[in-house]
Nanobody, 118 residues
Framework: VQLQASGGGLVQTGGSLSLSCAAS????????MGWFRQAPGKEREFVAS????????RYSDSVKGRFTISRDRAANMVYLQMNSLKPEDTAVYYC????????????WGMGTLVTVSS
């Protein structure tokens, strides 16, 4: 499994940014795609996830209402639309995946840096 995240950059507070994750290497039926982030000096944290089949989503409380995760099954792509960005959203963002039977995400892509200026 390979995951390639892209779309990071510098944005002002209140702005928007869209991240993309290209997934390859297998069919993702019955898998879950997730976005995580790690801010400087902090532990990696869960941001959002989506089930590949049905599209059921989950969000952390810190991004709920501002971020939207989606997937394009035909293109094997996962997206994270980030609106109303805050300086505390500054982090390296990672996409990850696991089977629904797994208890931990076991495939990770290289991160993409998002910087929100105040």
């Amino acid at each position: 499994v390979q995951l390639q995240a892209s779309g990071g950059g510098l944005v002002q507070t209140g702005g928007s940014l869209s991240l993309s994750c290209a997934a390859s290497g297998r069919t993702f039926t019955n898998w879950i795609m997730g976005w995580f982030r790690q801010a400087p000096g902090k532990e990696r944290e869960f941001v959002a996830s989506i089930t590949w089949n049905v599209g059921t989503t989950r969000y952390s409380d810190s991004v709920k209402g501002r971020f939207t995760i989606s997937r394009d099954r035909a293109a094997n792509m996962v997206y994270l639309q980030m609106n109303s960005l805050k300086p505390e959203d500054t982090a390296v963002y990672y996409c990850a995946t696991r089977s629904m039977a797994a208890t931990q995400y076991n495939y990770w892509g290289m991160g993409t840096l998002v910087t929100v200026s105040s």
